[in-house]
């Protein structure tokens, strides 16, 4: 079982930057795929970023490439999104989610998932 807690969400304005952070428990946290996630009210849950296990290949959707910046520290069974020149568009509640084995294809073969946490952009 593996448990997943966000943190680092928060009011900013739109331009502006934020560090969300997604603790992991567990003792295989670099055999899983990490992933972020992003739900925005009235809409459905989006992919924003995904880093392997040994943070060497990374994927962004094409809305946040060039502006997010996904990592890990293995060491501390963390993952972070770095998210710079946001926009209002970018407000949403923002979930870490982990894929134990192969890298997955859809949101669906994500094994487990965080509580979430709030990002709010203001124009």
């Known amino acids: 079982q593996v448990q997943l807690v966000e943190s680092g969400g928060g009011l900013v304005q739109a331009g502006g930057s934020l560090r969300l952070s997604c603790a992991a428990s567990?003792?295989?946290?670099?055999?899983?795929?990490m992933g972020w996630f992003r739900q925005a009210p009235g809409k459905e849950r989006e992919f924003v970023a995904a880093?392997?296990?040994?943070?060497?290949?990374?994927y962004y959707a094409d809305s946040v490439k060039g502006r997010f910046t996904i990592s890990r520290d293995n060491a501390k069974n963390t993952v972070y999104l770095q998210m710079n020149s946001l926009k209002p568009e970018d407000t949403a509640v923002y979930y870490c989610?982990?894929?134990?084995?192969?890298?997955?294809?859809?949101?669906?073969?994500?094994?487990?998932w965080g509580q979430g946490t709030q990002v709010t952009v203001s124009s």
């Open positions: 989610a982990a894929r134990f084995g192969g890298w997955p294809t859809n949101i669906n073969e994500y094994n487990y």
């Open positions: 567990g003792r295989t946290f670099s055999s899983h795929v």
């Open positions: 880093i392997s296990g040994s943070g060497g290949v990374r």
